[in-house]
């Protein structure tokens, strides 16, 4: 999926205490000024300005299901002033939601088309693996990340703030290679390849600075498609008392579970106990329940509610959304569970993506991509038995048309930032902070940006 479909929204919100998310929060702050431009971006529209959009929109709809369509939680919304506004993508949630408005727009139903096209020949593969290996079909891919920030978009002094994402070392991920950073002179730390999260971070004296900011990084890695062939009879038991398991069993940040999450896992999973298959009747539920659609995350963790308890409570979310809830349903019957982010590679671009892995004893972190598999849902000219094929595949299946930055949404930046970046979650962008700027830094970042594949 595009870059750009995936630039989340964000708005002001009280942050949530400590005792409420169950763990300690770090102390992050952020300028009021930039909370409110943040605010006004992403809920642009009045509801006069709403209705007229929707109208224009979808003139066949009647005027009395578009006026539902903004009550209640059918779009994201807030109040600014005293007044309700709406979600800038609220078009694209109401098409991802109403399956035949979404089989109108020919640019989405192309891109989807193109999309299944390329994962086609993932699914119906004839190569056979033995049954104890897991990875296969290696591809090498070139990446570019160049920042070139214009001198006038900058404060005269101060101290300019920038980490860089990198692509991190897996099972699946490997021969990671940082070809070159410039300028080198403005690297703070070392670069992070072999961690949870991988990164480049710099600091930039605005005072020295005199032309535009520029940074640039070249890397490349070599990613394997995943294929694991799990017999439910071998799973081994866990180690409960593991550092691991301990991890990623609890309740924390995005990943959080609340009573009614945890009920509802165990009503879910019933009276299986074999994690693999208990974590299949999760993947099912997210896959048919949760609708996807486009998210306000900075309305979420830290500024506000976790990720997965919104997801909970709305019943939709996208990629990085439904991975967390995944995550979070796992998490609550015992089964440990996280949200990877980086790209996808599908249409030969960087485009920002999560999913999710769940541990399996003897087999490792098996992955599992609930977002894309909802992507038949949209295509009426494939048979049931195809839609099915694609479902299966992204359980315990997953192509080599991607790259990891973070083991886990949940991880902090290294080094830790100690105000506020734009998305704090995820990193597929360049991040920064810089005291005495106007505009929110990562907006600059983002207009400034461009990342290249080949």
Request: charged letters at 25%; a positive charge; glycine letters at 6%.
């Amino acid at each position: 999926m595009r870059r750009q479909l995936y630039r989340f929204s964000l708005f002001l919100m009280l942050i949530v205490t400590a005792q409420l998310f169950g763990c300690v929060q770090p102390k992050l702050s952020e300028p009021p000024n930039q909370r409110r431009q943040i605010f006004q971006e992403i809920y642009p529209y009045t509801a006069e300005q709403a209705r007229a959009i929707l109208a224009k929109e979808f003139p066949a709809v009647p005027a009395e299901q578009r006026e539902q369509w903004l009550k209640g939680r059918n779009i994201a919304n807030a109040k600014i002033d005293g007044q309700k506004r709406y979600f800038s993508e609220m078009v694209k949630n109401i098409k991802f939601r109403n399956i035949p408005l979404f089989q109108k727009d020919s640019n989405a139903m192309a891109r989807y088309r193109q999309m299944y096209q390329v994962i086609k020949p993932y699914i119906y593969s004839k190569f056979k693996l033995p049954a104890w290996q897991n990875y296969r079909n290696p591809r090498t891919y070139h990446g570019t990340t160049i920042v070139d920030i214009p001198r006038r978009e900058l404060p005269k002094k101060g101290l300019f703030r920038l980490w860089l994402p990198l692509p991190v070392l897996t099972a699946a991920q490997t021969d990671v290679r940082i070809i070159s950073i410039a300028p080198a002179k403005y690297i703070r730390s070392d670069p992070t390849i072999d961690r949870d999260i991988g990164l480049v971070y710099m600091e930039i004296p605005l005072e020295e600075l005199k032309g535009n900011l520029k940074a640039r990084l070249e890397f490349s890695f070599k990613r394997l498609e995943q294929r694991f062939q799990v017999d439910p009879a071998r799973v081994g038991e866990y180690d409960r008392e593991s550092e691991l398991y301990k991890r990623y069993t609890r309740s924390y940040g995005n990943t959080r579970i609340t009573p009614a999450i945890r009920g509802l896992a165990k009503e879910i999973v019933g009276r299986e106990k074999n994690p693999y298959l208990a974590a299949r009747l999760i993947y099912d539920h997210v896959v048919q329940k949760i609708k996807y659609s486009f998210m306000p995350h900075d309305v979420l963790w830290p500024r506000g509610q976790p990720e997965s308890v919104f997801v909970h409570e709305h019943g939709w979310g996208d990629c990085g959304a439904q991975s967390l809830y995944f995550s979070a349903l796992c998490r609550a019957v015992g089964i440990p569970a996280r949200t990877t982010g980086g790209f996808q590679l599908l249409r030969g671009e960087f485009g920002s993506h999560f999913w999710a892995e769940f541990y399996l004893p003897g087999y490792g972190w098996v992955p599992v991509d609930t977002s894309v598999a909802q992507l038949p849902y949209y295509l009426p000219e494939l048979t049931a038995r195809q839609k099915q094929d694609y479902i299966d595949f992204f359980f315990a299946g997953l192509d080599n048309r991607r790259c990891v930055l973070q083991k886990d949404i949940d991880v902090p930046l290294i080094p830790p930032a100690d105000g506020l970046v734009s998305l704090p979650m995820a990193i597929q962008f360049p991040a920064a902070l810089c005291e005495g700027m106007e505009r929110v830094p990562g907006s600059v970042v983002y207009e400034h940006a461009k990342m290249y594949l080949r």
